[in-house]
């Protein structure tokens, strides 16, 4: 018999550009399956999956928490999630096929007994179903839960595979809390599981238009010779959101918007955005350069001007009236959490010095956006009046990530009329507008991308802890300082004065998204 | 919003759409392709117009439909245009094609086609004998037929393989992507063994079938064997024999398939009949000429015809399993993108 390396499937073929991606067999146990993610994002995003026809046919889901609850409670609970949620529309063939391999394991993490409940309960499934004993565990799990978890899947034999067969571990932000306890969590967890069986889930990086910032600038002749120092004067990375932490006290008290947004989603990127073009698209490639050019990212001194923390206090916002931060439930009214960060990066490469990175982030802003705006220079020298130009701003190319997803690039046009005035002006592409209305959902990629194995849209170790180092310097110099103030920020608007200082100190300002 | 310009020129449709354009803002920016669906007059022309807005949600698109109407009219050219909520995200150009004008639809199109995308040609109904011939086809980058919407679906398809040019491409085809997908994962699972012989079984009428039968002989260097099902809707049954034990895919009422193979428990998939907006949709993902379809269509004469029997083939009749080098070219993995 041959082996399955060797194994050339005749029925394969490179030139078969329809045939999809089907996962092998395999059963993904959820730990943590209560939670509003896994109701909300995972579950649906699985049964997408099988009514695009992508799981394999004796696919397991596994559900594990504490409630008491029977196959049949869970899988109701599995179906309204679906009906919901979902973005297919409902079929009950799909569903019934689904539904034969879900199961529920009821207990605790630190219960020997559910761990061998599990470990048999995914025996059966293996014979009952086939999954072949290929086993992904997701960890929607607050992360001092992590050792407890992985240990215990290791001591129920969990973790070691036979031949052909794999586990794989998916675990999602935070990932520490700064250099060191990533660093702690990173070795937790590879104790058990080799990195290469370690998927972290940053969704911002399953979202089409954050794939599409390396066609953008790796398939097309226009951008790149403007891609660099000579022409791009800022970049500007935002991720704002309207809603509060209403609810979110006890993850997000003390961590804070910036260890939440920035060491993560707005690294990353900036990762892309900056990063040179990778030998190929094989994932060991492509992040071998994003950690190239996250190794040469610092943040920019001095902190006392180039960052800025806030705090969103109530008021109205969009025709409601929101409470504060320090008046939501489960924080404590001395909090200093900031719910606004904002950070300025340098980028010491021969193609960005001089370049400043303004990555912020914030919780009760205008509205809920984000995009990466790469702002170019003025041109050097413009043949006109003054007063023709006075409406130019600096053109403008900005990757609007979410919502209303695509390309706006912003430049002068001639006003209609008989005097020669310039006004800025934009050209839109909507992903929308020429591709799917329903591209699919950030999770139902990095699910399938998971039970396939394929790593590239998942940060790994050393990533984590590069990140880490560019931001741990701010974190202790606020810790330590406290400066720049923690200043209030009233709901609605786009964060403290502080923010606005710490780009106009170099006359520059953040465009209103 | 529907605009009727009866008894028009195409000029006067392309200013209509421009102004349209003006009052309605960006409602018809962002096309990726010109889809034109050539009918005849009175044919299901509205079911055709509805999968291709369906199928607009994906790829926005603009639609012209071109009904022939009575030949021995007065030559005329009534057009009707639809944008909005009519039109899915594209918008419809429907011409009704009189008299002379009728054969000269590929007139009428080219001044309606959007500048440096791809044009998609679609025949739902009737197909031309040779698609790559046809003057709208000539326009065309891709040329969709659909060989089951046709008088004789078996008779349409071996047309289609004596006619094949790079970009045609057939929804009987495109029916079986589902069904391609599930046989291609169930033989990357050990054994990994050579697959010595296969029957498909379907509907005798099911140019699915046939074209099932043709890739798996093109594919796996075997010459499968065709056989009539008693019962069922298209596709009922596929078997891929293996020295330890078959593989087997049965759907015998359309709906949901039960696939066994040895070592593993059998297990039910999801394999509902694909409608024609799903096909369609899917068609338009791919622009390129799709070399699998070529291969599976030359290999057509190759397929070998099976007795009729009833929905388990019994280890049939002789078996000329034809010995040859296993297909060493064929690459690991598809590198299909997700989602396709």
Redesign the interface.
């Known amino acids: 018999m041959t082996t399955s390396a060797k194994w050339h499937n005749p029925l394969r073929d490179a030139r078969d550009k329809r045939m999809p991606r089907i996962a092998g067999p395999s059963a993904l146990v959820i730990f943590g399956v209560t939670g509003d993610l896994s109701r909300k994002k995972l579950m649906p995003a699985i049964y997408d999956l099988a009514n695009r026809g992508l799981l394999p046919p004796g696919f397991g889901l596994v559900g594990f928490a504490r409630r008491d609850w029977a196959d049949q409670d869970f899988m109701k609970v599995v179906h309204d999630a679906v009906k919901e949620h979902a973005r297919t529309p409902f079929n009950e063939a799909v569903w019934q096929q689904l539904a034969e391999g879900i199961r529920f394991v009821q207990g605790t993490f630190d219960d020997d007994q559910s761990f061998d409940n599990l470990a048999s309960c995914l025996a059966q499934l293996d014979a009952e179903r086939g999954t072949g004993g290929n086993h992904a565990f997701y960890l929607s799990i607050p992360p001092g839960a992590f050792p407890t978890v992985v240990n215990q899947l290791k001591r129920a034999g969990l973790a070691q595979t036979a031949p052909d067969q794999w586990r794989r571990v998916v675990i999602e932000k935070p990932f520490g809390h700064d250099l060191k306890s990533a660093k702690e969590l990173n070795k937790t967890v590879n104790e058990v599981f080799p990195e290469e069986s370690v998927f972290r889930i940053d969704h911002y990086l399953g979202k089409e238009t954050v794939q599409n910032i390396l066609a953008l600038r790796f398939a097309n002749q226009l951008y790149e010779p403007i891609w660099n120092s000579n022409y791009v004067d800022h970049v500007q990375i935002t991720m704002a959101e309207d809603i509060g932490l209403g609810g979110r006290a006890g993850y997000y008290d003390g961590i804070g918007a910036t260890r939440d947004v920035i060491q993560n989603h707005l690294l990353q990127l900036l990762a892309l955005i900056a990063m040179e073009e990778p030998v190929s698209f094989k994932p060991a490639d492509l992040r071998a350069e994003k950690v190239k050019i996250l190794s040469a990212t610092r943040p920019a001194q001095p902190f006392e001007e180039t960052t800025s923390r806030g705090q969103y206090t109530g008021g109205w916002q969009g025709g409601q009236k929101v409470l504060g931060l320090l008046e939501e439930g489960g924080f404590s009214p001395e909090s200093k959490t900031e719910t606004f960060g904002a950070i300025t990066c340098e980028v010491n490469t021969r193609r960005w010095a001089g370049v400043p990175f303004y990555l912020r982030t914030g919780k009760r802003l205008g509205r809920r956006v984000t995009e990466v705006a790469v702002v170019f220079k003025r041109a050097p020298h413009l043949p006109f009046d003054d007063t023709a130009t006075e409406e130019l701003g600096q053109n403008a190319l900005v990757v609007r990530v979410q919502p209303d997803e695509g390309v706006t690039i912003r430049f002068g046009s001639k006003v209609p009329g008989n005097t020669m005035e310039v006004r800025d002006v934009t050209m839109d592409f909507g992903y929308g507008h020429s591709f799917t209305e329903s591209s699919p959902e950030a999770y139902e990629r990095l699910l399938l991308d998971v039970l396939l194995g394929e790593p590239s849209l998942f940060p790994k170790n050393d990533e984590v802890e590069l990140s880490w180092e560019i931001l741990d310097p701010i974190l202790d110099f606020w810790a330590r300082k406290d400066e720049p103030a923690l200043e209030k920020y009233k709901a609605g608007t786009w964060g403290p004065p502080s923010a606005d200082a710490m780009t106009a100190r170099t006359g520059r300002h953040w465009r209103r998204p | 919003m529907i605009i009727d310009l009866p008894s028009t020129t195409t000029s006067q449709i392309n200013s209509r759409l421009v102004r349209l354009r003006d009052e309605g803002g960006?409602t018809t920016?962002?096309?990726?392709l010109t889809l034109v669906i050539v009918t005849e007059d009175g044919q299901r022309t509205d079911a055709a117009i509805d999968a291709a807005n369906d199928a607009s949600?994906?790829?926005?698109c603009r639609v012209i439909v071109v009904a022939r109407g009575a030949r021995q009219a007065a030559p005329r050219l009534d057009a009707q245009i639809r944008v909005g909520g009519d039109a899915g995200?594209s918008e419809v150009v429907v011409l009704r094609l009189y008299g002379e004008l009728a054969k000269e639809g590929a007139s009428c199109v080219m001044p309606l086609l959007l500048p440096d995308t791809p044009v998609v040609a679609w025949w739902p109904f009737d197909a031309p004998v040779s698609p790559s011939k046809d003057p709208i086809g000539q326009l065309a980058q891709r040329r969709i037929t659909d060989a089951a919407a046709e008088k004789n679906p078996i008779k349409a398809l071996e047309s289609r393989r004596a006619h094949y040019a790079p970009g045609d491409t057939d929804l009987a085809w495109?029916r079986l992507?589902?069904w391609?997908?599930?046989?291609?994962?169930s033989?990357?699972?050990?054994?990994?063994?050579?697959?010595t012989e296969a029957d498909v079984t379907g509907e005798a009428d099911s140019p699915s079938t046939d074209l099932l039968a043709a890739w798996?002989t093109d594919?796996?260097?075997v010459s499968a064997k065709r056989f009539k099902a008693t019962s069922g809707e298209g596709i009922v049954e596929v078997r891929l024999g293996r020295p330890s034990g078959d593989v087997d895919l049965i759907r015998p009422d359309g709906?949901?398939g039960t696939?066994a193979q040895p070592?593993?428990?059998s297990?039910?998939?999801?394999l509902?009949r694909r409608s024609v907006r799903d096909c369609l949709a899917?068609e338009l993902r791919?622009l390129?000429p799709?070399?699998?379809y070529a291969a599976a269509l030359r290999s057509l004469s190759k397929v070998a015809k099976g007795r009729a029997h009833s929905a388990k083939p019994e280890a049939a009749e002789e078996a000329p399993a034809v010995e040859s080098a296993?297909?060493?070219a064929?690459?690991?993995?598809?590198?299909?993108?997700?989602?396709?």
């Open positions: 960006a920016l962002g096309r990726v949600r994906e790829h926005p995200a495109t992507t589902l391609r997908a599930m046989l291609a994962s033989l990357d699972l050990p054994p990994y063994e050579k697959v798996l594919r796996l260097k709906k949901v696939l070592g593993q428990p297990r039910r998939v999801a509902q899917e791919r390129d799709d070399e699998v296993n297909g060493s064929a690459p690991k993995k598809s590198k299909a993108k997700a989602g396709s």
